[in-house]
């Protein structure tokens, strides 16, 4: 049997240390949370977001939620405001993730947001997360650290028996307290909604607030991918594609040429990495857009879930 490549580490300094430098070098760490073991990659890197798609293996480009260090780093991502104050005032450190409109000049991979004019933050409360993200003193995206469709991880043990060989690294500090997910909310609309119910009850944020929370419809919250508010290109769209069509703007891919390609070398993760600033460029050209074939197979299942989903019809 070989030895499998992940590497154990313990929450101590030199743990800590050695997760802050794999991440820095586009690694993917699992570590732990107060809520769950996340599965954590630089968010302003689109390869590495893209990896840890391919780790999980997840069939769609769900968004995912940044880790940061503090409300301050925080706003350097997203717009604010007072709903945002108070709720970041009362309940940070700890299991709240908010959903804010997306800043100027964040920085961060549209792979992480799908695209998206919104992200999803959350400060952590688990001192080995908190210890990493000092270390590493930039955003995290960290969804939950398990193969897609399986049940989350609350030891290292479950992430392990999930994503071993799959991974760089995972931090063992022992079970996680909360061991739901975190609570999600959007503040992008209106009215405060609750998207996801977690580990901070929905009773306690209505009382901080001082009103209701409105509720995302279930199908919101089981398939955030679907999102009536997830980015589309105003532009038809043609998948399968092996040369445009007059009038045509083209999506590249591997030996089919565009005028923006994925990956000339038929790279799925660079594919994955590219897509969504692709399909905004493209948008920007004001034509249709035909788009190359693309495999099925490992990431290429995700790209081809949100093109589809990019082409179907507009309600
Ligand atoms: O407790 C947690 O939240 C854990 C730990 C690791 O922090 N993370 C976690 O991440 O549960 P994940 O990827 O399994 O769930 C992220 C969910 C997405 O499925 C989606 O529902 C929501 O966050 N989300 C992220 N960005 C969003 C956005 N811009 N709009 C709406 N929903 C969003
Ligand atoms: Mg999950």
């Known amino acids: 049997m070989t030895k499998s490549n992940t590497e ?35 968010a302003r890197n689109a390869s590495a977001v893209a990896q840890i798609y391919a780790a999980k293996g997840r069939p769609s480009f769900n968004p995912l939620i940044v880790h940061v260090s503090d409300a301050a780093v925080a706003r350097r991502f997203a ?66 650290a398990n193969p897609s469709g399986r049940i989350s991880a609350t030891t290292a043990d479950h992430v392990l028996a999930g994503l071993d060989g799959r991974i760089n690294a995972v931090l063992d500090d022992g079970p996680c307290a909360v061991g739901v997910e975190s609570t999600i909310m959007a503040l992008t ?42 980015y589309a290109p105003r532009a038809a769209m043609r998948l399968d594609a092996v040369a445009p069509a007059k009038g045509e703007v083209m999506l590249g891919f591997g030996r089919v040429p565009g005028d923006l390609t994925l990956s000339a070398s038929g790279d799925l993760t660079e594919a994955a990495a590219n897509l969504f600033d692709h399909l905004h460029q493209l948008d920007a050209m004001e034509k249709p857009i035909a788009v190359a074939p693309i495999p099925d197979h490992g990431l290429g299942r995700a790209l081809n879930d949100r093109l589809r989903r990019a082409a179907a019809p507009r309600p």
């Open 79 to 144: 717009l604010w405001s007072d709903a945002a104050e108070v709720l970041t005032a009362a309940f940070w450190p700890g299991p709240l993730t908010l959903v804010l409109p997306l800043g100027p000049d964040h920085g961060l991979s549209s792979l992480v947001t799908a695209g998206l004019e919104s992200v999803a933050i959350r400060v952590p409360a688990h001192q080995t997360a908190r210890a990493v993200l000092t270390a590493f003193g930039g955003p995290l995206a960290a969804p939950s």
């Open 189 to 230: 609309g209106p009215r405060p909604t609750l998207l996801r119910a977690g580990g901070l009850p929905a009773e306690t944020i209505e009382a901080a607030l001082g009103e209701t929370l409105d509720h995302a419809n279930g199908a919101e919250i089981i398939a955030p991918g679907q999102l009536a508010s997830h």
């Open 8 to 42: 154990i580490l313990r929450a101590d300094a030199a743990g800590v240390g050695r997760a802050a430098l794999l991440l820095e070098r586009g690694g993917l760490v699992a570590l732990p949370t107060e809520t769950v073991y996340g599965l954590a990659a630089d």
